[in-house]
């Protein structure tokens, strides 16, 4: 699929192993623009660890001294950044998308699309189970509409998901 930029899975796992290595890549897969400050990447990761926007001062120093350091090197090593250390802009490459399929994205509500799909199929088989065996004050529904429903929000969720992909792996290839 990628042919030459796909970064080796046993490289992906232990390149995605360390979290904050994993937010920077999560942060530049979403990123739309074609390059960052350091000081822009640092933010977002912190906003990303601490999930308060804007991060303490001092998570947001050390997010900044981490990747310039450590991980932005990392990731220009195996060719998946343009890091100018002089400058400090970050742009993603094209082999950046590669570990696209390794970051269990979210969904809604915090939830991963794994966790999203797994709970809407409890949800979808428990309340045909409750129309089917006809529980006391739940309502009459036909357990064929009940069904087609829950069908009709799987196919919105994997399109709603696809077009998200489609978009970072869009606007990855054209930086």
């Known amino acids: 699929m990628f042919g030459r930029d796909r970064l080796p899975a046993d490289d992906a796992y232990e390149l995605l192993s360390n979290d904050r290595r994993r937010e920077?890549?999560?942060?530049?897969?979403?990123?739309?623009?074609?390059?960052?400050?350091?000081?822009?990447?640092?933010?977002?990761?912190?906003?990303?660890?601490?999930?308060?926007?804007?991060?303490?001062?001092?998570?947001?120093?050390?997010?900044?001294?981490?990747?310039?350091?450590t991980h932005l090197p990392k990731l220009q090593t195996l060719a998946l950044i343009e890091y100018d250390r002089d400058r400090k802009l970050v742009r993603p490459r094209p082999a950046v998308r590669s570990l696209y399929r390794y970051i269990d994205t979210v969904a809604c509500f915090g939830l991963s699309w794994a966790e999203y799909y797994r709970l809407l199929g409890i949800v979808s088989l428990l309340s045909v189970v409750v129309v089917l065996a006809e529980v006391p004050y739940v309502p009459g529904i036909d357990p064929l509409v009940l069904t087609s429903a829950a069908l009709a929000v799987f196919a919105l969720s994997t399109a709603s998901q696809l077009a998200k992909t489609f978009r970072v792996m869009l606007s990855l290839r054209r930086n």
């Not at 822009?40 to 308060?52: I, P």
């Open 24 to 69: 920077t890549v999560a942060t530049l897969l979403a990123n739309t623009e074609r390059e960052l400050t350091l000081r822009e990447l640092s933010e977002r990761v912190a906003t990303r660890e601490t999930g308060v926007d804007p991060a303490p001062r001092t998570h947001r120093a050390s997010v900044y001294n981490a990747l310039h350091q």
